[in-house]
C-alpha cells in the first residue's frame, strides 16, 4: 500500500517547485496516480511511505488544449478520456482516439495522463507509440535561481529504457507536442483478450495519408512497442509503403518485414505472430479511413489477421 504525510495540491508551477524544493528526497509527483498506486502492493514494490505526494494535476500550464493548423499542445495531466470525448482533438489527432478507446477501463481513462503514462516510460505504453506517430515532442521544465526553465526533446529521444527517460531530477513534464494531422485516417491495435484492463503485451499505432486518386499512401507512419527496450517508429517499413502503388501485398510484405523488429528476449514466436497480424489491421484500417481506394485493398486480405 501507499501511504504518506501529505498530499499536496499546487495551483502553479511556482508552487509545485517551492513543494519540490521543500521536500526534496522525501516527495514524489503524482498526476493520475494510476501507475503510482497499482506500483506499491504486494508482488511489486510492496508497502511504500513516501512523506509527501505533490500531485501537478490541477496546474493550468499542464491542463492546455490549443489545436493549430499544423500543431496541437497538449498539458501533460491530459486524461485519455478526452481523446475520446473531445472531437476537435480527435479530428487533429486521428491515432489517439483508437489509442484510448483500447487503453484500461472508463474509471482509469478517466485519471490516467498522457505525461504519466509518458514518464514511466514502459516499454508497452500505449500512449508512446501513438504521440510517436504524431511526431512527438514534450516539453520539460525546471527551475533555476527563481527562473522557470524550459526544454523540448522529442519523444522518441525522451525514452531511454524500461523505465528510464531523460526526465531529470527536479523536472516536469508540462506539454505534450504532437503534429495536427486530421488528413490522416489513424488506428491502434493492442494484445488483450478484454478490451479493457490489458497492459499491452504488443501494440501498434498506424496513420496514413493517400494521394489524391486514393492509390498511393503519400504518407505512412507505424510505431510499434512491447517489442524492444522502447516503442519505435518503423521508418524503413514506412519509406517502403510509399514508394509503390497499394495492394494487398504491398501491406502484407510490411507486415512481414515488421516481424524481423521483434527484440524482445520472451515470447519472441508469439511477438512477431501479434506484430505481423497488428501492423497488417492497422495499415488496413488506417488506409480504408483516409479513403483509399476500395479496389486496391480487397476484402480477402481481411483473412490473412482474422
Ligand atoms: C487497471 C489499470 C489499467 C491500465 N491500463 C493501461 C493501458 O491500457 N495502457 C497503458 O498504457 N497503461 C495502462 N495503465 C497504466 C497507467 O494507467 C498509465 O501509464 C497512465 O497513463 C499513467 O498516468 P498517471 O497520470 O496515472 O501517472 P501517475 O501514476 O500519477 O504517475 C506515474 C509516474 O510518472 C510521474 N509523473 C506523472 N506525471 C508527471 C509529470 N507531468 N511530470 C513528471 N513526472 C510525472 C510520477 O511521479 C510517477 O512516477 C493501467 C493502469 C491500471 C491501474
Not at 487533429?92 to 478517466?110: K, N, S, T
Not at 507536442?177 to 488483450?192: D, I, T, Y
Not at 504488443?202 to 486518386?213: P, S, T
Not at 519509406?239 to 510490411?254: C, Q, V
Request: glycine content about 8%.
Amino acid at each position: 500500500m501507499l501511504t504518506c504525510d501529505d498530499y499536496l495540491s499546487p495551483k502553479t508551477l511556482d508552487e509545485a517547485f517551492d513543494a519540490m524544493e521543500r521536500h526534496r528526497g522525501g516527495s514524489r509527483l503524482v498526476a493520475g496516480a494510476t501507475d503510482i498506486l497499482p506500483w506499491a502492493r504486494e508482488g511489486r514494490a510492496g508497502d511504500v511511505h513516501i512523506p509527501v505526494l505533490i500531485d501537478i494535476a490541477g496546474i493550468p500550464e499542464l491542463n492546455v488544449r490549443e489545436i493549430g493548423a499544423d500543431k496541437v499542445r497538449l498539458g501533460a495531466a491530459t486524461r485519455f478520456q478526452r481523446f475520446i470525448d473531445d472531437k476537435a482533438l480527435m479530428a487533429a489527432l486521428p491515432a489517439l482516439p483508437f489509442c484510448a478507446v483500447w487503453f484500461a477501463d472508463d474509471q482509469i481513462r478517466e485519471s490516467a495522463t498522457i505525461g504519466g503514462n509518458l514518464v514511466n516510460a514502459s516499454p508497452a505504453a500505449d500512449g508512446t507509440p501513438a504521440v510517436l506517430v504524431h511526431d512527438g515532442a514534450v516539453v520539460l521544465a525546471s527551475r533555476r535561481a527563481g527562473k522557470i526553465e524550459r526544454r523540448r526533446v522529442t519523444v522518441a529521444d525522451f525514452m531511454q529504457g524500461p523505465g528510464k527517460s531523460v526526465l531529470g531530477d527536479g523536472e516536469i513534464l508540462i506539454e505534450v507536442e504532437c503534429a495536427a494531422l486530421p488528413k490522416h485516417g489513424g488506428a491502434f491495435e493492442k494484445v488483450g483478450h478484454r478490451r479493457s484492463l490489458v497492459i499491452s503485451t504488443v501494440c501498434v499505432a498506424a496513420l496514413v495519408e493517400r494521394d489524391a486518386a486514393g492509390e498511393r499512401l503519400s504518407d505512412v507512419r507505424l510505431a510499434v512497442g512491447g517489442v524492444g527496450p522502447v516503442p519505435r517508429r518503423m521508418d524503413k517499413i514506412e519509406a517502403a509503403l510509399k514508394s509503390r502503388r497499394l495492394s494487398n501485398d504491398l501491406l502484407e510484405e510490411a507486415a512481414g518485414t515488421a516481424a524481423d523488429l521483434v527484440a524482445s528476449r520472451t515470447r519472441q514466436e508469439y511477438r512477431r505472430e501479434v506484430v505481423q497480424g497488428f501492423v497488417l489491421r492497422a495499415l488496413v484500417n488506417a488506409s480504408r479511413r483516409a479513403g483509399a481506394c476500395e479496389k486496391l485493398i480487397t476484402r480477402e486480405i481481411e483473412a490473412r489477421y482474422a
